[in-house]
Nanobody, 124 residues
Framework: VQLQAFGGGLVQPGGSLTLSCEVSGGTISSSDMGWFRQAPGKERKFVAGISSGGSLTIYADSVQGRFTISRDNAKNMVYLQLNSTEPEDTAVYYC??????????????????WGQGTLVTVSS
């Protein structure tokens, strides 16, 4: 299974950006999926998660109400919509899959597969 995240770039504070994660080599329909981010010099942190069927979503407090995670199982794609961006959102964003249970959704160490990351820079 391979994941490829894309869609990052430069966005002004208050702007919007959509990140995409394409999964190949397997179906995502049975996998809970997560987005994580790592800012320069900091540890990787959980951003958002979505259940296999899309009925459950969960967000880090720092992005709640501003980011939206979604998925299209038919296309093997997962998305992260970033709205009202802040300079603190600047980071490399990673998508991940291969989680064994929803209760581990926030724990990066529990994911089996990772994308290569896409850089988001929020700056004027």
């Amino acid at each position: 299974v391979q994941l490829q995240a894309f869609g990052g770039g430069l966005v002004q504070p208050g702007g919007s950006l959509t990140l995409s994660c394409e999964v190949s080599g397997g179906t995502i329909s049975s996998s809970d999926m997560g987005w994580f981010r790592q800012a320069p010099g900091k540890e990787r942190k959980f951003v958002a998660g979505i259940s296999s069927g899309g009925s459950l979503t969960i967000y880090a407090d720092s992005v709640q109400g501003r980011f939206t995670i979604s998925r299209d199982n038919a296309k093997n794609m997962v998305y992260l919509q970033l709205n009202s961006t802040e300079p603190e959102d600047t980071a490399v964003y990673y998508c991940a899959s291969g989680l064994t249970a929803w209760r581990w959704i926030r724990y990066g160490s529990k994911y089996r597969y990772w994308g290569q990351g896409t850089l988001v820079t929020v700056s004027s």
